[in-house]
T-cell receptor, first 120, second 115 residues
Framework: AQTVTQSQPEMSVQEAETVTLSCTYD???????LFWYKQPPSRQMILVIR??????QNATENRFSVNFQKAAKSFSLKISDSQLGDTAMYFC?????????????????FGTGTRLTIIP | EAQVTQNPRYLITVTGKKLTVTCSQN?????MSWYRQDPGLGLRQIYY???????DKGDVPEGYKVSRKEKRNFPLILESPSPNQTSLYFC??????????????FGQGTRLTVV
């Protein structure tokens, strides 16, 4: 079974600064996906960024980037030039890569979340 | 527009009164799933379905039922709700192999309170 750990329940940072959210995971799978989801006060789950484990290059999406360390099973999210709209709960999540040879539950395993507050 | 639609968004009910939370997706995804979100626990899977008439338990299935009679719909049924089922519920759908760029599409969430 997979586990995902987010060790920072809450963080805060000044607007325009850079912040890094930590995530570690444990799995015996070799092929999988990692995700960061944002949950603003509206409660909607919004995909921020996705990383495929077989890709060594770290994913980036505008101000959001990840530091994916497969051997260390670490997947941190960096938010640059933070904005007030980045205030939200952030969840790290794991999904194994399902193919016909290992067809099964495509569930997401979530961490417990990090509540991020951007201070004006 | 690709979307997952859950209803209702908010629900307050009494212990023991059967209720159903509906979920519908318009992306022709085979895989659908229900999660509950509780403070300090993140999201946990309740039930999932890999296709029509194929459902199975997730990590926290006790007290819940599901059905998948049509590909687009995956309702969550609480036959006899109890206060410990007070939570935020999410439905999600996911494309399966061989589709690339796998990601889960989430509904808007249902805030359920059982008194």
């Amino acid at each position: 079974a997979q586990t995902v750990t987010q060790s920072q329940p809450e963080m805060s940072v000044q607007e325009a600064e850079t912040v890094t959210l930590s995530c570690t995971y444990d799995t015996s799978e070799n092929n999988y996906y990692l995700f960061w989801y944002k949950q603003p006060p509206s409660r909607q789950m919004i995909l921020v960024i996705r990383q495929e484990a077989y890709k060594q290059q770290n994913a980036t999406e505008n101000r959001f980037s990840v530091n994916f360390q497969k051997a260390a099973k670490s997947f941190s999210l960096k938010i640059s030039d933070s904005q007030l709209g980045d205030t939200a709960m952030y969840f790290c999540a794991f999904m194994k890569h399902v193919t016909p040879s290992n067809f099964g539950n495509e569930k997401l395993t979530f961490g417990t979340g990090t509540r991020l507050t951007i201070i004006p | 527009e690709a979307q997952v639609t859950q209803n209702p968004r908010y629900l307050i009910t009494v212990t023991g009164k059967k209720l159903t939370v509906t979920c519908s997706q318009n992306m022709n995804h085979e895989y659908m799933s229900w999660y509950r979100q509780d403070p300090g626990l993140g999201l946990r899977q309740i039930y999932y379905s890999m296709n029509v008439e194929v459902t199975d338990k997730g990590d926290v299935p006790e007290g819940y039922k599901v059905s998948r009679k049509e590909k687009r719909n995956f309702p969550l049924i609480l036959e006899s709700p109890s206060p410990n089922q007070t939570s935020l519920y999410f439905c999600a759908s996911t494309p399966v192999w061989p589709q690339k760029n796998t990601e889960a599409f989430f509904g808007q969430g249902t805030r359920l309170t059982v008194v």
